[in-house]
């Protein structure tokens, strides 16, 4: 079966905290989307990882991909209240006959930044 | 610069009802899919489209049909609405030609859907 798992499903922070989030995923591919969806919205695209080993930083997140290990990671550094929100991974099914598009899901990380 | 377009934004079906979520894009892009996202879930696939006039089934495509008569334009059919079809819709496109390597999918505004 393909799955995507991320942990924790739920995390409240305090400003200024450091936190990490994962995604485990057991499908062979080698490209790993996180999304970032607030409440009522739909999800805004924030990194594509497209091999083992990579890293992509932008403001205060940062996201690896390690192939092998089948694991993502989305670093929070000095979390801030505009990053409350619901953050997801994805991978796609391309190499199981799917397009590009064609993604499965895991079930979100609902991150709360308190001050 | 619209991007995936989604009507209607709400919509409230009672039992056995039927309705089309509209969705368009204007990027040209050949893919098209439909999710559904339940509430404390991630997306799932309903059904999808690599171009005009092929579409396929996804993850939970029961309850649903599709058409895809022109690039642009990809609906989504309820036949006899249920009340475990409430859920937000999303509709997205991508393209079929990598930019940097990337193919990415890019997302309508969702459609909140509620079944009573």
């Known amino acids: 079966e393909l799955k995507v798992e991320q942990n924790p499903l739920f995390l409240s922070m305090q400003e200024g905290k450091n936190y990490t989030i994962y995604c485990n995923y057991s499908t062979t591919s080698d490209r790993l989307y996180w999304y970032r969806q607030d409440p009522g919205k739909s999800l805004e695209s924030l990194f594509v990882?497209?091999?083992?080993?990579a890293v992509k930083q932008e403001g205060r997140l940062m996201a690896s991909l390690d192939t092998k290990a089948r694991l993502s990671t989305l670093h929070i550094t000095a979390a801030v209240h505009d990053l409350s929100a619901t953050y997801f991974c994805?991978?796609?099914?391309?190499?199981?006959?799917?397009?590009?598009?064609?993604?499965?899901f895991g079930k979100g990380t609902k991150l709360s930044v308190k001050p | 610069n619209a991007g995936v377009t989604q009507t209607p934004k709400f919509r409230i079906l009672k039992i056995g009802q039927s309705m089309t979520l509209q969705c368009a894009q204007d990027?040209?892009?050949?893919?098209m899919y439909w999710y559904r996202q339940d509430p404390g879930m991630g997306l799932k696939l309903i059904y999808y489209s690599v171009g005009a006039g092929i579409t396929d089934k996804g993850e939970v495509p029961n309850g649903y049909n599709v058409s895809r008569s022109t690039t642009e334009d990809f609906p989504l059919r309820l036949e006899l609405a249920a009340p475990s079809q409430t859920s937000v819709y999303f509709c997205a496109s991508s393209s079929d030609t990598p930019v940097g390597q990337v193919f990415e999918a890019f997302f309508g505004q969702g459609t909140r859907l509620t079944v009573v």
């Open positions: 990882l497209l091999s083992n080993g």
């Open positions: 994805a991978v796609d099914r391309l190499n199981y006959g799917g397009s590009q598009g064609n993604l499965i």
């Open positions: 990027m040209n892009h050949n893919y």
